[in-house]
């Protein structure tokens, strides 16, 4: 009678073992890649109000526009900030040359005039450089830095659908991108990011060997019964 039940947890294990491609670690990512990062995507209706007094609440960075959300910090955040409470500034082209000025639009939040959006003019004369700002309206900006819909690559579409993107290793190539689609802006902006735990090649392994095992137990079981 021992004999008989102990048979019946050996042919139940290399059931369930054998079974293990359809329910063990199913969860794992799709990339083999060992120690791979995964990147969570998702796009979101951008809110906005219009005019130089305006704002634009959006969930994340935006490219080409400096100084928004996180990235407030730098040497081109901080002469822009001055250069919108004090005016122009006027130097040396090789001193100029210290500042990265980076994208065409840049928000300033303590502008001192409430004007939090601008557009970046530098002029040239000479051997100066003179530095100014010129206060744009939030849907200047949004409507010059955004793509269409149909610019997407085919990995980021779906996020205008609801969806949530993955991508492993690397961030997805339009991340940060304001995008127009029937009239609304959209940002594509990442949600989270996790190591993949356990990646598909540990997944494939682990099946395997499960299955494997499953296969020599219900092997040994029918041979004991035969």
């Not at 890649?33 to 995964?38: H, K, Y």
């Not at 809110?47 to 959006?58: D, F, H, K």
């Not at 300033?108 to 206060?135: C, H, I």
Request: net charge negative; aromatic share 12%.
């Amino acid at each position: 009678m021992e004999r008989d039940w102990s048979s019946l947890v050996v042919l139940a294990v290399g059931l369930v073992l054998v079974t293990s491609p359809f329910w063990l670690l199913t969860d794992a990512g799709t990339n083999p890649s060992r120690g791979e990062t995964v990147h969570a995507y998702e796009a979101e209706e951008i809110e906005y109000q219009e005019g130089v007094r305006g704002y634009i609440r959006a969930p994340g960075d935006v490219e080409r526009l400096d100084c928004y959300f996180r990235s407030r910090e730098g040497p081109g955040c901080l002469f822009a900030a001055y250069v919108a409470q004090h005016g122009p500034v006027t130097v040396n082209t090789s001193e100029f040359r210290r500042y990265d000025l980076g994208a065409k639009y840049v928000a300033v939040s303590d502008s001192g005039s409430r004007k939090p959006f601008y557009r970046r003019v530098v002029e040239y004369n000479d051997r100066n450089v003179t530095y100014s700002l010129e206060a744009v309206g939030a849907e200047t900006v949004l409507a010059d830095v955004a793509v269409n819909e149909s610019e997407l690559s085919p990995k980021a579409r779906p996020t205008l659908d609801g969806e949530t993107v993955e991508t492993y290793g690397r961030p997805l190539h339009h991340a940060g991108e304001v995008v127009r689609a029937d009239g609304t802006y959209y940002l594509v902006h990442e949600t989270g990011r996790w190591s993949a735990d356990p990646d598909t090649f540990e997944a494939m392994f682990y099946r395997v060997v499960a299955f494997v095992v499953g296969l020599g137990l219900l092997r040994w079981r029918w041979r004991v019964s035969g």
